[in-house]
């Protein structure tokens, strides 16, 4: 009796039999696209599929966990290397059903990076947060959301080593490969952990969107893993990688050696930045967002007398382009007063300068490097009018950007990525 892997091989080699055009990248001149001869043999692939692992944090079935908000934790042979929230969009069984009929739509996943956060469970409310704000449109719209924990035990989200995850840093656990407990690889195995168990819904590629250090680590995510990236908006970070060998990373695309970090065990961290992955970046569909209101330098006064609130509301318009406020505030933290505009600090890739100021250079640096017409440029600086550092405000900006970089009928790239090397054998 055949076993599975055998059929399976059977069965996509009867698809080449009968010269089924699956793939335009095959370069085969075969018989006429047969929908119904596609979606039987599809039919039965599926149901022999043969999966390369098993991985318990994602549902057999993902209908029994639409509509739900989920806290889920990562292990790698035991250790866990971190948490994260999921969010299915409210379905039936129907709507997840395998295999899924040719012509229905795929469920795209989003990614939420939330900001730098100095405690544990900190990390894990603002991961929700960021989630919660997207629910909503994830069932009406039909997206996934995860939300990564980036907490500061794990992934040193306030300051750790190198800046923790906003620099793609994860602790180490012994016999953990460094790279898998990074943040970069704790995100890509999340994205595998959906991608393995239900191919035929998930793809290797997502949406992401990331805020402040969130950001920050996006725009290094980015020009590291660019297969993995559909579309991308990166609101009001504070470094980026340049595509410029002068400069060491995280914040240039020079390498960096032997750089120890001590923290869970110590380990010398060495990257080399490739500059084919930063041009591919350069020619993605990202949008870098930073408020017209952002640049607002906030100066510690504790004599002052607390007045109104300082939050994601404001205290008056920003000087323009040419300079900043300075808002004085109480050791309370309400605003009290604001001082004159000053002038702004030099420029440099390493930090100084203004947020408005390095997103503009970046971008415009990023399309110098793809060297595309300008009317082909995908990577693009938006300036929203009185939006200031806040996710609560840029988020929602955010959504539409992403979804219109989702994909709007069934996404036959993963049925081309597993047939078209038998088929063109």
């Known amino acids: 009796m055949m076993d599975r892997v055998d059929l399976k091989s059977f069965i996509l080699n009867e698809a080449l039999r009968l010269r089924i055009r699956l793939c335009p990248s095959t370069g085969r001149g075969v018989a006429p696209f047969n929908r119904i001869a596609i979606s039987l043999l599809l039919s039965f692939y599926l149901a022999f599929l043969v999966l390369p692992v098993a991985l318990a944090e994602v549902p057999d079935r993902l209908s029994d966990e639409a509509g739900q908000i989920v806290l889920k934790q990562h292990d790698r042979d035991g250790v866990i290397i971190g948490e994260y929230y999921q969010y299915l969009p409210a379905g039936s069984s129907a709507d997840y059903r395998i295999p899924m009929p040719i012509g229905s739509k795929p469920l795209t996943m989003v990614v939420l990076v939330h900001g730098s956060i100095n405690s544990d469970q900190g990390a894990r409310t603002a991961a929700l947060n960021y989630l919660n704000r997207y629910k909503a449109d994830a069932d009406s719209q039909w997206f996934a959301v995860i939300a990564p924990v980036f907490n500061q035990t794990d992934f040193g989200g306030d300051s750790g080593p190198l800046g923790g995850y906003r620099g793609m840093i994860g602790r180490h656990r012994s016999g ?221 900006l955010a959504l539409p950007i992403l979804m219109s970089s989702k994909p709007s009928k069934f996404n036959i790239d993963w049925l081309c990525s597993t047939m078209a090397p038998v088929l063109i054998r």
Not at 339 to 363: D, F, I
């Open 176 to 396: 953990v490969e460094p790279r898998v407990s990074d943040a970069d690889g704790f995100v890509n195995a999340i994205l595998d952990a959906y991608q393995h168990k239900h191919p035929e819904i998930f793809s290797r590629k997502a949406l992401f969107y990331g805020h402040s250090a969130g950001g920050q680590f996006l725009s290094r995510y980015l020009v590291t893993h660019p297969d993995r990236v559909a579309a991308m908006v990166i609101s009001s970070a504070g470094t980026y990688p340049f595509p410029d060998r002068s400069i060491r990373w995280t914040d240039g695309m020079d390498s960096m050696r032997r750089y120890t970090i001590s923290w869970g065990s110590d380990r010398d961290f060495e990257f080399y930045p490739s500059e084919s992955l930063f041009k591919r970046a350069a020619r993605l569909p990202v949008t870098v967002m930073v408020g017209d209101s952002e640049d607002c330098t906030i100066i510690p006064n504790a004599s002052l007398t607390p007045g109104y609130d300082d939050g994601s509301n404001g205290v008056g318009p920003c000087c323009p382009e040419g300079g900043l406020n300075l808002i004085w505030y109480s050791g309370t933290g309400f605003a009290v007063s604001i001082g004159p505009c000053r002038k702004r600090p030099e420029w440099s890739p390493t930090g100084a300068g203004t947020n408005h100021m390095r997103g503009r250079l970046w971008v415009q640096a990023m399309q110098d490097f793809a060297g595309l017409r300008p009317s082909d440029q995908r990577i693009e600086f938006e300036s929203p009018h009185n939006v200031r550092h806040s996710s609560a405000q840029t988020q929602p």
